[in-house]
């Protein structure tokens, strides 16, 4: 009762806040070491613990064509052992000091992260310094081929032998060029995997795991001057790398309409529609938020009440715009029940987008979805292990690691009027790619008859 008495007085603190638009205050302190490592600390004392996230700005997007999957390889190297860390110590060392850790890789970045109580701040520095300068000493071939065939094995569980796990990989492909540097998947290709040398990989860190190409934010129970000199203390040494270019991908754009079908070993057929969207942060990127929320967030969205709900020919319904920082991809997604076709989805489907192109949605619409993600805003704000990674991913992507007012006010700002432009602008008939994956043989259930035909 006590918790959920805490839980209700501080969401009632944020409703409050929100009501008389109080600006969010996450105070912060920067610095640069001169090796280039950008520093961030942020005082939280609420409860005894640190969180320490560290963005090494190298994601899928910084590989090449025929050497993919570099850097999600390197999520998997890096807790294999350093210098001066025997392997499967990391994990052993900082499970025995109450902590825990992971590491995720997305196009624009690899994130490595540690939630310790605060009295370990100083082993979370030592491990996190240890592996940016010393992995390289400790790191072999015989170490490199061990992650590489784990990677292989996740590809083939996630991707390869899972349930329309092949459906992203496929509208990547086709919604990118063959040299744009999210056409490929994070996870690598098999043919490239097996290809990279132990040179290329090598060479591959000592291109990007450097200081000057590296974000460390910590935030919590910390002294902010005590921090700033164990900082430097297990960093400063550390030499940064060659000067990081800028990316110049070509350009992504549809010419016109993409029509695929995929059989695959499901029971039921689903649809992906998706279209090109500006990137994170830009132009109308919170509008497209908010329009997927108008779309199918939540049961009272306009999807899900139709297809689930009230029609019943669906199983679930999704829309969201993935958000990227050379452009992302509006998504619309549907799973037919048992007897319907994606024929029959797609139709209703894009009666409700013209529907939204053709008349505003409701306020009561625009405003439910805005007031849920507010509250979801608020509610990550609670957490240092939240607090630290958004300060590394407004830095990334704004070079502003405040950015939490001016986040919030994006979303706060749109309007009805904003949805029916940013469907008539984003969400064209003739330029998406429409995918339909079925039960193997039965293409009959897909969306259309005309379209190009993808065998698993």
Request: proline share 5%; charged share 25%.
């Amino acid at each position: 009762m006590k918790r959920l008495l805490l839980a209700a007085l501080i969401c009632s603190a944020f409703l409050s806040a929100a009501a008389q638009d109080v600006r969010i205050r996450v105070p912060y302190t920067r610095f640069v070491l001169p090796n280039g490592l950008n520093v961030i600390l942020h005082q939280d004392r609420s409860t005894p613990t640190v969180a320490v996230n560290i963005y090494y700005l190298v994601g899928s997007g910084r590989e090449k064509p025929g050497r993919t999957g570099f850097a999600h390889l390197f999520e998997h190297i890096m807790f294999e052992g350093s210098k001066n860390v025997p392997e499967g110590m990391f994990d052993r060392w900082l499970e025995a000091a109450g902590g825990n850790n992971n590491g995720s890789t997305n196009t624009d970045r690899t994130n490595y992260y540690e939630t310790v109580p605060s009295n370990a701040l100083e082993l979370a520095l030592f491990l996190e310094s240890d592996r940016m300068g010393f992995l390289l000493d400790a790191m072999s071939p015989a170490k490199v081929d061990g992650q590489r065939d784990v990677v292989k094995n996740e590809r083939r569980q996630s991707y390869e032998n899972r349930p329309y796990g092949m459906a992203y990989l496929t509208l990547f492909e086709q919604l990118y060029p063959k040299a744009h540097p999210y056409s490929w998947p994070t996870i690598g290709s098999m043919a490239d995997l097996t290809a990279a040398s132990y040179e290329d990989v090598v060479n591959f860190f000592k291109d990007w795991y450097v200081p000057n190409n590296a974000v460390l934010a910590i935030a919590g129970d910390i002294d902010i001057e005590q921090t700033k000199k164990s900082v430097e203390k297990w960093f400063a040494g550390i030499p940064r790398g060659r000067n990081i270019p800028p990316i110049d991908p070509v350009a992504a754009y549809l010419e016109s309409e993409k029509r695929l079908v995929m059989e695959d070993n499901v029971q039921l057929p689903r649809l992906y529609m998706t279209w090109h969207a500006p990137g994170v942060f830009t132009g109308m990127d919170a509008t497209n938020d908010i329009m997927a929320s108008v779309l199918a967030g939540g049961k009272n969205s306009r999807l899900y009440k139709r297809l689930v709900y009230d029609l019943q020919v669906a199983q679930d319904v999704s829309a969201y715009n993935y958000s990227m920082r050379l452009g992302s991809i509006f998504i619309i997604e549907v799973t037919a029940r048992s007897g319907h076709t994606l024929q029959e989805i797609e139709k209703l489907v894009q009666e409700e987008i013209d529907r939204i192109k053709r008349e505003n949605p409701a306020e009561r619409e625009v405003q439910r979805a805005v007031n849920q993600y507010e509250a979801s805003f608020l509610a990550r704000l609670e957490s240092v292990e939240n607090k630290a990674d958004q300060f590394n991913n407004y830095f990334q992507f704004t070079g502003n690691p405040d950015f939490f007012n001016e986040d919030l006010y994006r979303y706060k700002a749109v309007d009805a009027d904003d949805i029916t432009a940013a469907a008539k602008t984003f969400l064209h008939n003739d330029k998406r790619v429409v995918l339909s994956i079925v039960p193997k043989g039965k293409k009959d259930l897909a969306a259309t008859y005309t379209q190009e035909v993808i065998k698993q």
